[in-house]
């Protein structure tokens, strides 16, 4: 009998796309390049995706504790960029393996495709789901917080979250930004940042 690989699927889809057009539209897609080469520091086996001009998918199975982070940095490399992205997480099984996200299956890649409709339909950034109900239960608390955040991330803001989400202090933040320390702590407190770090934590012990 063959072993399910236990596999984390990010799809995303951006929001008002229809409305993109020329110029604009080069600056998605190289932001969309961007933020999933970024997301592999974290997620090694990650090779999403990039389909129909708004939209990306990719999974990881070596790596799957650190999705959320991965997905928040795409979130957060995009907003700062001035584009929004709807995220849906799927965690369970692989039953088929084709070596591309969009043609593999397994009940991972459905909860990541059923609830990014949902997402849609409710207007909300971020869907969390697995095959464990109970976990699910407690996770569909931790994204009403998350979502109540990320609607609020301005630019400047997630630009402070980046550089803390790839592992930069606040003094070499602030060198990258060309603020002052004191500029980045008081955006990263006004990106909810200690909420953000509490729930990864979570994750990545849960997932």
Same mark, same amino acid.
């Given at each position: 009998?063959?072993?399910?690989?236990?596999?984390a699927?990010?799809?995303?889809?951006?929001v008002?796309?229809?409305?993109?057009a020329?110029?604009?539209?080069?600056?998605?897609?190289?932001?969309?390049?961007?933020a999933?080469?970024?997301?592999? !520091?974290?997620?090694?086996?990650?090779?999403p995706?990039?389909?129909?001009?708004?939209?990306?998918?990719?999974?990881?199975?070596k790596?799957r504790e650190?999705?959320?982070?991965?997905?928040?940095?795409?979130?957060?490399m995009?907003?700062?960029?001035?584009?929004?992205?709807?995220?849906?997480?799927?965690l369970?099984?692989?039953t088929?393996?084709?070596?591309?996200?969009?043609?593999?299956?397994?009940t991972?890649f459905q909860?990541s495709?059923r609830?990014?409709?949902?997402?849609?339909?409710k207007?909300?950034?971020?869907?969390?789901?697995?095959?464990n109900?109970?976990w699910?239960?407690?996770?569909d608390?931790h994204?009403?917080?998350?979502?109540?955040v990320?609607?609020?991330?301005?630019?400047?803001?997630?630009?402070?979250?980046?550089?803390? !989400?790839?592992?930069?202090t606040q003094?070499?933040?602030?060198?990258?930004?060309?603020i002052?320390?004191?500029?980045?702590?008081?955006?990263?407190k006004?990106?909810?940042?200690?909420?953000?770090?509490?729930?990864?934590k979570?994750f990545?012990?849960?997932?």
């Amino acid at each position: 009998m063959a072993v399910l690989k236990q596999t984390a699927v990010v799809t995303g889809d951006i929001v008002g796309s229809s409305g993109i057009a020329g110029a604009k539209r080069k600056k998605l897609l190289a932001a969309m390049a961007a933020a999933t080469e970024k997301a592999k !520091l974290f997620l090694p086996d990650f090779t999403p995706e990039i389909f129909q001009g708004d939209s990306l998918q990719g999974f990881t199975s070596k790596k799957r504790e650190l999705a959320l982070l991965a997905a928040l940095l795409i979130i957060a490399m995009l907003k700062a960029k001035g584009f929004n992205i709807r995220i849906s997480i799927g965690l369970g099984n692989t039953t088929f393996a084709s070596g591309k996200s969009l043609t593999s299956d397994g009940t991972a890649f459905q909860h990541s495709g059923r609830n990014m409709e949902e997402l849609k339909k409710k207007k909300l950034q971020l869907a969390i789901e697995s095959d464990n109900e109970q976990w699910n239960a407690e996770w569909d608390v931790h994204c009403v917080s998350l979502n109540f955040v990320l609607e609020r991330w301005t630019v400047q803001q997630s630009e402070a979250v980046i550089e803390t !989400l790839l592992g930069s202090t606040q003094q070499v933040a602030a060198k990258k930004l060309r603020i002052q320390q004191s500029a980045v702590q008081q955006r990263l407190k006004a990106a909810a940042w200690p909420i953000i770090q509490a729930i990864l934590k979570r994750f990545e012990a849960t997932a």
